[in-house]
């Protein structure tokens, strides 16, 4: 039975799907006027399973949008300098648009050596410090995919958040820090909350927005959320659970985005669209 007040689902699900619907409609133009699909390659290091999966549901929904893909399997055994290497010769390639490099890559790979690698104009996963740097400047340049489709998802509810307290749970490289930067340019006020935070909940229960970005389950309760807030669960943990209390929550919240099929679907549409996107930057040089 749904609580007598219960807030409004945020479907990524849907939202997303309409993303890549228009990113297949603009790689198709793309396609037929330069002769070129759109290219992404995707890089793996190691078989980890869960990468694996990954990587084979970003090429299916490729495939989906007519953006071709070009996957690169590393062994687990491969160094940093060959990781670079390979990234580098991605970076000079004129036939591939974008690069997607999986991680973890795993304890021995220097990741950050790994991502600089990749050349800014093709970073459509938004990982390199050019990137970032780019995004908190608002400057040109592509987002780190789940804090964009984090945003892309506000937007499409409306949600006003000039003025407001955002509170971001988690200060990840693409997640956390990233999702601060992005809901800043938006005028919100933003806390960054994190495992030496003291007394998390005295923090969350000011937030008009709380993005959770942990990897904690149900780490977020209701008693904590402000009447009326709007409430962001990035997380994903084993058995389809988020970083925030579901039923609890959404007694108390305005939005709030199920898992799954709030922020997951939202991370591979704009990594879609962002490949459309420089697939388009980089043939426009080419062919003018
Ligand atoms: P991460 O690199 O492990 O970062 C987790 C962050 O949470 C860190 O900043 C950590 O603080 C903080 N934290 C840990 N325990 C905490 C606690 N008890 N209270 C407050 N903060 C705490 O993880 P991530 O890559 O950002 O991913 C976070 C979650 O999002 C995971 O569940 C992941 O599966 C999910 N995710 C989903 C998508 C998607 O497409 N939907 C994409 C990426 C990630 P410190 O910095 O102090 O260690």
């Known amino acids: 039975m749904s609580p ?18 228009e990113a297949a409609v603009q790689a198709a133009e793309i396609s037929q006027r330069t002769g070129t699909a759109p290219c ?40 940093t300098a060959e990781l670079i290497d390979t990234l580098a010769d991605l970076s000079d390639d004129p ?7 999986q991680h973890p890559c795993g304890p021995h790979i220097d990741e950050r050596a790994a991502f600089e690698a990749i050349a800014p104009a ?8 050019h990137s970032f740097a780019a995004m908190s400047f608002g400057l040109p340049g592509f987002r780190s995919c789940t804090p964009g489709g984090i945003m892309r998802l506000l937007k499409a509810y409306d949600v006003d958040l000039a003025g407001k307290h955002a509170v971001v749970v988690g200060r990840s490289a693409i997640l956390g820090k990233p999702a601060g930067m992005l809901l800043l340019a938006e005028d ?3 806390t960054y909350c994190h495992s030496r935070t003291a007394d998390l909940p005295a923090i969350v229960r000011a937030a008009d927005v709380v993005v959770a970005a942990v990897g904690r389950p149900r780490l977020i309760r209701g008693e904590d959320i402000k009447l009326g807030a709007v409430v962001v669960d990035a997380g994903y943990n084993p058995g389809n659970i988020g970083d925030v209390d579901f039923d609890t929550v959404r007694t108390r919240a305005r939005l709030i985005t199920p898992v799954p099929g709030g922020v997951g679907p939202m991370t591979i549409a704009v990594l879609l669209a962002q490949t459309v996107q420089a697939a388009a930057l980089q043939l426009a040089m080419q062919h003018h």
């Open 122 to 129: 093709k970073d459509v996963d938004g990982v390199t410090m």
């Open 95 to 101: 036939d591939v648009h974008g690069i997607l490099l």
């Open 40 to 79: 992404l390659a995707t890089v793996l290091v190691g078989e980890d399973p869960a990468s694996v999966t990954y990587v084979r549901m970003k090429r299916a929904r490729c495939a989906k949008a007519g953006i071709r893909s070009r996957h690169i399997a590393l062994p687990a055994t491969t160094t």
């Open 4 to 21: 007598p007040h219960a807030a409004q689902l945020m479907d990524g699900r849907g939202l997303a799907a309409r993303i890549v619907e």
């Open 188 to 190: 919100a006020t933003v």
